[in-house]
């Protein structure tokens, strides 16, 4: 439970919640709900309201207002609070969507145990869900398919936020998947049939985003020769996905934020107001809100567009994932390529077990497909991986075996790891010819021998 809001004019009912709420992140007070409250970028779990403050108080209005919140905050719980004698509004308003109910007077044990209930509540459904796993369409299995809690956390936000029309912000590092992320959300949305339109925001000269996104009309700039339409048009019906968008300028942060209030904006140097109903997901490996706090993001726009924020672990964090990933990376390069490879070579998982990928699940497809374009027998060798990554996991051995040492004796270990490997690639490249191998390692061919001597590499062993 992290934020918390209470509808309720009753300042001694609030403080009373308020201490039994435990470590939550925000708590705000209202005396009664509106559009604006609910919508105005603070994020909800948990809402405790008094059916007294509702303008409507029958089912019907007590439903409406579950539907509204939960179409901006789709994890949303709420726990209904009415005086004895409204005790059948209460009881209504569980079944009209309600976790839970308290009646006044309220003491505090019967809160304890309305947020035990609450909390296991939401504990079952989670486990339920993600065991049905009757959700996910049957060809997105194997991506969604993990063994890390962060990203199971992902996926059962993703599983909930998908079906509603809220808007999304993924946010994570280069390459951890969040354009993949995107189309899964699209494809399990009610949109799934409509278009899937994306704009990688940072690829495209500042200046064009802009008409790529809402269009322009002919003649509105040099070069603008003829109408054009933006991707918010061609994404009516269906989602458009903004990738890197914390580098779009303020001009269009301005528009952005006219279509995520209203829908509506118009094409550059057009004056028709046009609609759209294009679903927005967003994704950053930014810091938004630091921009937004340093001003060089519209804070209401990030407010708007993180409603609904879903982060995305890095690859070193969910490093047990690595032998599911490398399979389904070989899968998807025999049908490519279809050279009946079976696998790796022993010792590159535990090699890929030590490294950092700072290009996260990118830099494992590439490498895999460099390493596959060149190999020539069933296995994928060592030779056909970077350097970074074998050398890198043996300085990781060098360092783990080495714990009991002194930092300089490890850190000589490492140097003596890495020149090995270094050199004997680097004659294995020049074919052992040792003047050519000086020249490329800018050091002179007497120090090259030396250094060959000093550990044990033969170079008479690449000669060919
Ligand atoms: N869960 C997954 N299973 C299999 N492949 C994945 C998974 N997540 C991402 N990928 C693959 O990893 C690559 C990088 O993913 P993606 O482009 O979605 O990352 P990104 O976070 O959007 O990167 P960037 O920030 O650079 O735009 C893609 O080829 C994608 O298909």
Same mark, same amino acid.
């Given at each position: ?9 009753? /300042? ?7 201490? !039994?709420?435990?470590?939550?992140? @925000?708590? &705000? ?9 609910? $919508?105005?970028?603070?994020?909800? $779990? ?24 939960? &179409?901006?905050? %789709? ?29 006044? %007077?309220?003491? #505090? ?12 509540? &939401?504990?079952k459904d989670q486990e339920l869900d993600y065991l049905r796993d009757q959700f996910w369409k049957s060809d997105w299995l194997d991506i969604i398919h ?6 199971r956390?992902?996926l059962e936000?993703v599983r909930s936020v998908a079906p ?11 390459? @951890? ?7 899964l959300i699209?494809r399990h949305s009610h +949109?799934s ?8 925001? #940072? ?45 779009? @300028? ?47 993001? +519209? ?9 609904? %924020? ?31 490879? @079976? ?18 699940? &990118? ?6 497909? +460099? /390493? ?33 040492? %002194? ?55 690449? !000669?060919?």
């Amino acid at each position: 439970m992290k934020d918390v809001l209470i509808v309720c004019k009753d /300042a001694q009912i609030s403080r009373l919640i308020h201490s !039994k709420l435990g470590r939550v992140v @925000t708590v &705000r007070t209202v005396s009664d709900i509106s559009l604006a409250e609910i $919508d105005n970028g603070h994020p909800i $779990d948990l809402v405790f309201i008094d059916v007294v403050e509702l303008a409507d108080k029958t089912a019907a209005g007590f439903e409406k207002i579950v539907r509204e919140v939960r &179409r901006l905050h %789709p994890l949303v719980q709420f726990i209904a609070m009415a005086p004895k004698p409204m005790v059948r509004q209460a009881v209504m308003a569980v079944r009209q969507g309600a976790d839970d109910y308290l009646t006044y %007077p309220i003491d #505090g044990e019967e809160i304890d145990l309305v947020l035990k209930s609450v909390q296991e509540n &939401r504990l079952k459904d989670q486990e339920l869900d993600y065991l049905r796993d009757q959700f996910w369409k049957s060809d997105w299995l194997d991506i969604i398919h993990t063994k890390n809690q962060s990203m199971r956390n992902v996926l059962e936000r993703v599983r909930s936020v998908a079906p509603t029309i809220a808007t999304v912000l993924l946010l994570g590092d280069t390459g @951890t998947g969040k354009g993949l992320m995107a189309r899964l959300i699209h494809r399990h949305s009610h +949109r799934s049939d409509g278009p899937f339109v994306s704009l990688h925001c #940072g690829a495209i000269p500042e200046t064009l985003v802009e008409s790529e996104l809402f269009g322009h009309e002919k003649g509105a700039f040099t070069g603008a020769d003829r109408r054009k339409i933006g991707k918010f048009e061609m994404a009516q019906e269906g989602t458009i996905f903004l990738d890197e968008i914390g580098t779009i @300028t303020h001009a269009t942060q301005i528009k952005l934020l006219q279509v995520l209030q209203d829908g509506t904006f118009n094409r550059v140097g057009g004056k028709d107001i046009l609609h759209t109903n294009a679903r927005i997901i967003g994704a950053t490996n930014a810091d938004l809100e630091k921009m937004a706090k340093a001003g060089s993001f +519209r804070k209401d726009l990030y407010y708007r567009l993180n409603v609904f %924020p879903i982060e995305l672990p890095a690859l070193r964090d969910r490093k047990e994932d690595l032998p599911h990933l490398v399979t389904l990376f070989l899968a998807n390069l025999e049908k490519k390529y279809g050279k009946a490879i @079976t696998g790796l070579e022993s010792g590159i998982a535990d090699a890929m077990q030590d490294y950092s990928w700072p290009g996260n699940l &990118r830099e494992l497809e590439n490498i895999l497909e +460099r /390493a596959y374009i060149l190999e020539s027998g069933s296995l994928l060798r060592s030779g056909s991986f970077p350097d970074t990554l074998i050398i890198g996991s043996k300085i990781v051995q060098a360092a783990n075996e080495s714990k009991s040492l %002194p930092l300089s004796q490890a850190r000589q270990i490492a140097i003596d790891e890495f020149e090995r490997t270094y050199l004997e690639n680097l004659l294995k490249k020049h074919k052992g010819r040792i003047n050519v191998s000086a020249k490329e390692a800018h050091i002179t061919a007497r120090q090259l021998s030396r250094l060959a001597a000093k550990h044990g590499v033969d170079k008479t062993k690449y !000669k060919s």
